[in-house]
């Protein structure tokens, strides 16, 4: 898809108790020079709760990791702009204060003090592709993720560097999912959910 703010995809369900640890991990593909944002998650009192935010630049070399704005950090993403797939896992825990960030089984970056103590709460509107500035809406053209997601899940929980690596390498998927593409409920814009056997044809 191109990028324009009609491009997004929502969720049946969305967060349904508060969030102390997270795992979020899926294949990502573009052919574009940016990654634009993956996901934003936002409520009422905060339009940028949980934002993996990326926006269109002359050189793009990281994205933001938004946790409880205006706390973020910084995650390199040239690897991925290659135009090939890619498996990225993002992994945050609120009672270490950590977060570490894998690209195709990789420990690309970690870091303390981040959000030692803080809950992602529930009750707000988990989006792909687009960044909130309000619940549900008010997108940018110029954040907008542009190219191929496969195996998006989110975890309650912090994956040890094992379950990484089994899921980039097939081998396993581990429990505690809370959010799948087998949750979105609505595609809009160009947006396509494709089945397929092999990441191979999935473009």
Known sequence: PNSSTENYATFSKNLSTGLFEMTICSW???????????????????????????????KQSNIHLVIGDPAFRELPVEPLLDGHW????????????????????????????????????????????????KMGGEFDHTEAFVGNLAGFTIWNRALSPGEVSGIATG???????????????????????????CLDHCY
């Open 171 to 197: 081998k396993a998927l581990p429990g505690s999912r809370i959010l799948t593409f087998n949750d979105i409920s609505t595609l809009n814009g160009s947006i396509q959910h494709v089945n397929c056997t």
């Open 28 to 58: 990502v593909s573009t052919k574009s020079n940016y990654l634009g944002t993956i996901l934003s998650y936002a409520t009422e009192d905060n339009d940028n709760k949980l934002v993996l935010h990326g926006r269109n630049t002359s």
């Open 86 to 133: 890619h498996h990225l896992c993002i992994i945050w825990s609120s009672f270490e204060g950590k977060y570490w960030y894998y690209i195709d089984r990789r420990l690309i970056a970690a870091g303390s003090k981040f959000q030692k103590g803080y809950e992602i709460p529930a009750g707000g509107i988990l989006i792909v592709g687009q960044e909130q500035d």
